[in-house]
């Protein structure tokens, strides 16, 4: 860990990037629930209103050849990846300009340009993928990273600890990057974990691992440089738990029976756009000017891509049965 | 009312934060709604002045429905107040996305005919026609791509060769009706459960009234026992509808009118019962001149099947045969058939005395889904005690 | 003198050997190939498939993995969707259930539901199949299952040349294939060309032509079928087996064509009855040979009970020769 490798250069250009990037994704978070509400999404919607830093600290570390694997709350993940947010409200539509064919919906967005191996709606159902595609990284010997995103929830599933074992046994070079939000749906950790302390978890299997304030994007950027260092250079996993909090429900009908308003209140002071952007404007590396631009940008940005997705088409019922299996030729 | 579910329909205002005048922005929660996941609070996408509240507390509305109306930034310039009141926009949503409407699939094509030369018949058909020596190459098919179903056999049964008279030579052909009888008689002996019932009926008084009526008359117009018993049939019918009418797709329809089926054998073996129309509105011997037309037209061959399908019951005499009584087989769809045994002269008691009287068995063979014997007995009584007042028929 | 060596153009072989020859035909040819899964490597295989290949081709490409079949199920899958062609082996079918959830929510659902961004060429063996009386958790005919599935292929090899071919076939195919070898083949001897090849995955087989009755069969029960049809034959029934080789997708053509032939048929399928394979067959066939058909279709089916360990009883739930002879026979009039 060498302080070229854990420190990142917070040049007011880079923070203003930051901030950016975490408002942009809380804009159309909020834009997809007035959507929603209007019925234009349907499903299920999981919103990441809160845990903006972790996609925005660590995904950017990545290279464009390395992979990512993330959960049903994985807009976030997708937007900082690259993934078009024309191409990703289409999909919410259920548009054939979205970026599954409209076929997945809020959580199922692919991108093969982008290797966004997926939003994924099965618990801990991306860890096993996510192995085998280390697994083939480490075969061809490729230099390639895979990260993995799952929740707190996942910790419990059986594929958990699978994936965990197989990753350290067969030494593969996977990035584990729980992010904690201390509620799996309606329950809380302490509820459904004798160990708590998710970090420690990876231990028993041998992998490195360590937990970082998920509330901080520069604190997660700095973890996840340190990791992806880590994985890159011994082929080998690393296990990252990101402390955070989801300030809206678990997915859009849920009266939050769980947890107290309180409990909500208090976490919402530790808002990270809030907290960067207060850290950044007594630091003077911000000015008015600049948040209005950046909100403006964002606005317009969102403007286009819903108008953009309000007027593209349904994929032709004719093509049902299409992409099943491989279109052979005959 | 938004969506806040993928199965949530509608939602029961249970709060209002917000009260006609206070300025909102967008992020602002403004209600409480109840659903049946607890109790989750609305927030709004408008920044503006809210103009007018459009459901009240405890109202449970379907989701899309508009809860209040906002006047947003963009209507409350100044001067604009001046002007009439502008419908603000409300809290309305879009109408929701609609996918477009599924077109049917196109069904699949049916699959190709079979083989040349294999007729496509269901196996229900081709048993039933086997049970009545139907041939299949004879049956047009009207189910699926020309195929034979069991209604198109049903159909071939119930068809009386005479109707293809008009086609041919005069004259019946007997094979053919006597497969047509064949298919029928089997058909009622197997879907029909029949009860049978006797009486005996002193029927004294119909011949004294026919000798002394019949006296005055030439031989060709002279009444005979069987109309009188048709006619007291006939009106025994009438009074118990059960007995007249037909048994079709599970259930019993009665006859409007009482059309007696009167069975008519000819010589060689053929059998059929046309119809004596309205029979207990005919006069005896409009009646009787109806009997004499038919046996004739039955002699040579010029029934027409509608005659035979228009019989609401029948009767069946075999008097003149000698047998005591006959016990007969009902003729689908019909429900019932009376026989008509030959005259006997029997000790009978009447007025306490022991004497000689003309007796004749009655009988009935009736439908069981229809009546029971409760009811047929009574028929039988009723036609016994009309035919003890034969000036009255 | 002259001496010749004459390579054998017909070599005598088993199932078990035209497997593991066909993963050794594939591993050589194909360097994306590599077998995982319990017991593979070390161990040489639960049922001996893969003896030796870890020798012939090192612990990467012969990998023996924990007992964790969700892990190493969806590791495969990932696996292939990073570009290798993983051969997943799940022990039996029995096991295959703790995989089930990265077989149907991630292999069979990636192509269709990543609008055919993504694709998952992995195949996955197992074997299935009760007669060795290990009892109920360790006895199932679930392909019938899996067949029921849009997304990936089930094979079903019943034959030497259908053990040593299908394997190539299958993991060229850009899409999850899932072969279902039965417990009970994995001995049987015979003759194999010694350079027997790939074959097709998708058609089925007439592995006996008649014209009275169409026997329709696949895996393990294929041989009972074909000692049926000869003691049918000696009773003037002659009696057409076909080997379904693919249990998805069917081929509606070949059985269709073979029932429009004899007029009936009867299905034996080791899967229980209810829900069966053998019901979607019969369900097609009335779809699409109604007219041709002189007799209600059979199915001689497992019993619907949990495979018990005696063996009387064993023997008594699963199809036999017996049943698939009585059921012929009522099927043509002469029960």
């Keep these: 860990m060498t302080a070229v490798v854990d420190k990142p250069h917070l040049s007011r250009a880079h923070a203003l990037d930051l901030l950016k990037q975490m408002i942009r994704v809380r804009r159309f978070e909020e834009k997809c629930f007035e959507l929603y509400t209007q019925e234009k999404i349907r499903g299920f919607l999981h919103l990441y209103d809160g845990e903006e830093a972790i996609a925005v600290g660590a995904i950017p570390v990545l290279e464009q050849r390395d992979r990512i694997v993330a959960t049903y709350r994985e807009h976030g993940q997708a937007l900082v990846r690259g993934v078009s947010m024309k191409a990703a409200f289409a999909e919410m539509y259920g548009k054939q300009e979205g970026c599954s064919r409209g076929r997945g919906g809020s959580m199922h967005l692919f991108d093969r340009a982008t290797n966004f191996y997926g939003g994924n709606a099965i618990v801990g159902g991306g860890l096993p993928l996510s192995v085998g595609l280390a697994l083939a990284d480490h075969m061809r010997g490729n230099d390639v990273v895979t990260a993995c995103f799952f929740g707190d929830g996942a910790v419990a599933e059986g594929e958990f600890h699978e994936s965990l074992n197989l990753a350290a046994l067969w030494g593969l070079p996977l990035l584990f990057v729980c992010e904690n939000n201390l509620y799996a749906m309606g329950t809380a950790l302490a509820l459904s974990e004798s160990e708590t302390d998710i970090q420690r978890k990876a231990a028993c299997y041998r992998i490195p691992s360590e937990a970082v304030d998920g509330m901080d994007v520069v604190a997660v950027e700095a973890a996840a440089r340190r990791a992806v260092h880590a994985v890159r250079e011994s082929g080998k996993p690393y296990f990252l738990e990101c402390r955070t909090y989801r300030l809206r429900a678990h997915s859009m009908f849920d009266a939050q029976l769980y947890r107290d308003k309180a409990e909500i209140e208090a976490w919402k002071k530790r808002d990270p756009i809030v907290r960067f952007q207060g850290w950044l404007e007594a630091n003077r590396m911000i000015h008015p000017d600049d948040l209005a631009r950046i909100e403006a940008e964002v606005a317009v940005e969102i403007a286009e891509a819903v108008a953009f997705a309000e007027a593209a088409g349904w994929e032709p019922v004719e093509e049902l049965t299409r992409y099943v299996y491989a279109d052979r030729a005959a | ?393 | 003198m002259l001496q010749q060596t004459v390579r054998p153009a017909i070599v005598e072989t088993t199932f078990r050997e035209a497997v593991r020859e066909a993963i050794r035909d594939a591993l050589r040819r194909d360097d994306r190939v590599f077998l995982m899964g319990e017991d593979v490597g070390r161990y040489g295989g639960c049922y001996a498939v893969s003896k030796g290949l870890l020798a012939e081709f090192g612990p990467d490409r012969i990998r023996d993995t924990p007992l964790s079949e969700s892990g190493f199920t969806g590791a495969g899958i990932g696996a292939a969707m990073a570009g290798m062609r993983p051969i997943v082996e799940l022990m039996t079918v029995n096991f295959s259930l703790l995989a089930l959830d990265q077989i149907l929510n991630t292999a069979a659902t990636v192509r269709h539901m990543s609008g055919n961004q993504f694709g998952a060429p992995v195949v996955i063996r197992m074997a299935t199949g009760a007669g060795r009386q290990l009892a109920a958790q360790h006895s199932h005919s679930l392909e019938g299952w899996y067949a029921h599935i849009p997304g990936i292929k089930v094979l079903a090899p019943a034959t030497l040349e259908d053990a040593r071919g299908m394997l190539w076939t299958a993991l060229q195919d850009p899409d999850p294939v899932l072969i279902f070898e039965n417990v009970m083949l994995y001995n049987m001897t015979g003759k194999l060309a010694a350079d027997a090849g790939a074959v097709n995955i998708d058609k089925a087989a007439i592995r006996r032509p008649g014209s009275g009755i169409s026997l329709i069969t696949y895996g393990g029960s294929l041989w009972k079928t074909l000692e049926a049809a000869a003691q049918l034959a000696n009773e003037n029934i002659d009696a057409e087996v076909i080997d379904l080789r693919s249990l998805r997708p069917l081929d509606d053509a070949a059985i269709m064509a073979s029932v429009k032939k004899t007029r009936r048929a009867v299905i034996v399928d080791e899967g229980w009855r209810s829900g069966s394979l053998a019901a979607e067959i019969c369900a097609r066939i009335v779809e699409q040979a109604f007219f041709d058909l002189d007799a209600p279709i059979g199915r001689v089916c497992s019993e619907e009970v949990p495979i018990p360990y005696p063996r009387h009883l064993e023997d008594a739930a699963i199809p036999q020769v017996p049943r698939i002879v009585a059921a012929a026979k009522a099927a043509v009039g002469r029960a």
């Design chain 2, 1 to 393: 009312m938004p969506s806040l579910g993928a199965d949530m329909e509608a939602g029961t205002l249970v709060e209002w934060l917000i009260k006609p005048g206070d300025h909102v922005k967008r992020g602002d929660i403004v209600a409480v709604v109840e659903t049946q996941k607890g109790a989750i609070e609305i927030e709004i996408f408008e920044t503006g002045v809210v103009e007018q509240i459009l459901v009240g507390l405890d109202s449970k509305v379907p989701v899309g429905t508009p809860l209040a109306r906002i006047c947003t930034e963009l209507e409350t310039k100044p001067g604009a107040a001046a002007a009439a009141p502008p419908a603000g926009p409300a809290v309305l949503p879009p109408a929701p996305l609609r996918p477009p409407p599924i077109a049917a699939r196109p069904t699949p094509p049916p699959p190709p005919t079979a083989a040349a030369g294999r007729q496509r018949v269901s196996p229900a058909a081709r048993r039933l026609a086997e049970m009545h020596g139907i041939d299949l190459s004879s049956v047009t098919g009207s189910g699926a791509a020309g195929a034979i179903t069991y209604a198109d056999i049903e159909r071939r049964i119930g068809e009386v060769p005479v109707t293809a008279e008009k086609k041919r030579a005069p004259g019946l052909d007997l094979d053919a009706m006597r497969a047509a009888i064949a298919a029928a008689m089997a058909r009622s002996k197997r879907e029909i459960p029949h009860y049978y019932l006797a009486h005996q009926v002193d029927v004294t008084a119909c011949e004294q009234w026919l000798a002394r009526l019949n006296a005055t008359r030439p031989p060709d117009s002279r009444l005979l026992l069987g109309a009188l018993g048709i006619k007291a049939v006939a009106g025994a019918a009438r009074r118990f509808p059960s007995f007249n009418g037909f048994y079709r797709e599970g259930k019993f329809e009665p006859g409007s009118a009482v059309h007696v089926g009167f069975a008519i054998a000819i010589r060689g073996g053929g059998l059929a019962a046309p119809a004596l129309h309205d029979a207990e509105q005919l006069s005896l011997d409009e009646l009787m001149a109806r009997m004499r037309d038919l046996v004739q037209r039955m002699r040579a061959g010029r029934i027409r099947s509608s005659e035979i399908s228009d019989s609401t019951i029948t009767v069946s005499s075999l008097g003149e045969r000698g047998v005591e009584a006959l016990y007969g087989i009902i003729y689908p769809p019909q429900v019932a058939i009376v026989g008509f045994g030959r005259v006997v002269e029997r000790p009978w008691v009447v007025d306490g005395a022991v004497g000689p009287r003309s007796v004749i068995t009655l009988t009935l063979a009736a439908d069981h889904r229809v009546s029971d014997g409760h009811a047929g007995a009574l028929f039988l009584a009723e036609i016994g005690k009309l035919l003890q007042e034969p000036d009255k028929l």
